[in-house]
């Protein structure tokens, strides 16, 4: 299974951009689909989860509001759509595969997530 996230850039605060992580090798219908974020100096961190049915999400109270994750199971694609982007949103972005199959809940935590992209960067200018 390969992940390829793509999407990143430099922007201006206050700017969108719109990240998209292709899956090759694998299906994702089955598996909840997350998006973490790691900035310069600073541990890997959670920011957005959508269930299989791609029904329920969860996002990380630094990004609720203002980013938005959904997925085409049938493209076998998920997308995170960033708005009102800030300076402290700079960071490489990873898109990552649960590890359970029809899983019981969203997961926060990285060592849930089997499969990683190789991430994109992300700059939001000030």
């Known amino acids: 299974v390969q992940l390829q996230a793509s999407g990143g850039g430099l922007v201006q605060a206050g700017g969108s951009l719109r990240l998209s992580c292709g899956v090759s090798?694998?299906?994702?219908?089955?598996?909840?689909m997350g998006w973490f974020r790691q900035a310069p100096g600073k541990e890997r961190e959670f920011v957005a989860a959508?269930?299989?049915?791609?029904?329920?999400?969860k996002y990380s109270n630094s990004v609720k509001g203002r980013f938005t994750v959904s997925r085409d199971n049938g493209k076998n694609t998920v997308d995170l759509q960033m708005n009102s982007l800030k300076p402290e949103d700079t960071a490489v972005y990873y898109c990552?595969?649960?590890?359970?199959?029809?899983?019981?809940?969203?997961?926060?935590?990285?060592?849930?997530?089997?499969?990683w992209g190789q991430g994109t960067l992300v700059t939001v200018s000030s």
């Open positions: 990552a595969r649960d590890r359970s199959r029809y899983g019981a809940g969203l997961s926060v935590r990285s060592l849930d997530y089997d499969y």
């Open positions: 090798g694998g299906s994702i219908e089955s598996r909840h």
């Open positions: 959508i269930r299989w049915t791609g029904t329920t999400t």
